[in-house]
């Protein structure tokens, strides 16, 4: 296995919140980008490349089942994040950021994904995305904002 597919799933797992799903959009990816192949342009970034495609093929899902059922979000209560099991303390606050993450807006979910958890620079996040930079920076600033102000809400008790 590659080690772009790990990435890839992840991608695909954070931006669906469930596992069959995640699997589906991996898979359904790797079959685009095997179709459109000729759009590839050597010696560029290819993970960005799959994770635009990626990207393009869940918001496409997304209007579809928006259109049949008249939702397409995805309920927190479904999300299968995984644990990772460093301790007990940091798993409770990774589980309550994560938390956050999928209740975020789909833009600043899927920009929060890029940066923060694959590495992207603001800029590479920007291109598979296909918006400004500056864009992405207001994303992630109120994202950032969201998550603390409520994570000092949940530790106060307010």
Same mark, same amino acid.
């Given at each position: 296995?590659?080690?772009?597919?790990? &990435? =890839? $799933?992840?991608?695909? @797992?954070?931006? +669906?919140?469930? !596992?069959?799903?995640?699997?589906?959009? /991996?898979?359904?990816?790797?079959?685009?980008?095997?179709?459109?192949?000729?759009?590839?342009?050597?010696?560029?970034?290819?993970?960005?490349?799959?994770?635009?495609?990626?990207? &393009? =093929? $869940?918001?496409?899902? @997304?209007?579809? +089942?928006?259109? !049949?059922?008249?939702?397409?979000?995805? /309920?927190?209560?479904?999300?299968?994040?995984?644990?990772?099991?460093?301790?007990?303390?940091?798993?409770?606050?990774?589980?309550?950021?994560?938390?956050?993450?999928?209740?975020?807006?789909?833009?600043?979910?899927?920009?929060?994904?890029?940066?923060?958890?694959?590495?992207?620079?603001?800029?590479?996040?920007?291109?598979?995305?296909?918006?400004?930079?500056?864009?992405?920076?207001?994303?992630?600033?109120?994202?950032?904002?969201?998550?603390?102000?409520?994570?000092?809400?949940?530790?106060?008790?307010?």
């Amino acid at each position: 296995m590659s080690p772009l597919y790990p &990435r =890839l $799933w992840r991608f695909c @797992l954070m931006q +669906t919140g469930r !596992r069959d799903r995640a699997d589906d959009l /991996a898979q359904m990816t790797c079959l685009r980008a095997l179709e459109k192949h000729a759009g590839y342009q050597a010696g560029t970034h290819l993970d960005r490349w799959l994770f635009r495609i990626a990207h &393009r =093929l $869940w918001l496409n899902e @997304l209007r579809a +089942t928006a259109v !049949r059922t008249g939702g397409g979000l995805v /309920a927190l209560e479904e999300t299968e994040i995984p644990d990772q099991r460093v301790n007990t303390e940091t798993n409770i606050f990774a589980r309550q950021v994560f938390s956050k993450v999928g209740e975020l807006p789909e833009s600043q979910r899927v920009t929060v994904l890029l940066v923060y958890v694959e590495g992207f620079a603001y800029k590479e996040a920007a291109e598979i995305l296909n918006i400004p930079i500056g864009t992405v920076m207001s994303r992630l600033a109120a994202a950032r904002k969201k998550i603390a102000g409520e994570l000092a809400e949940t530790e106060t008790g307010t």
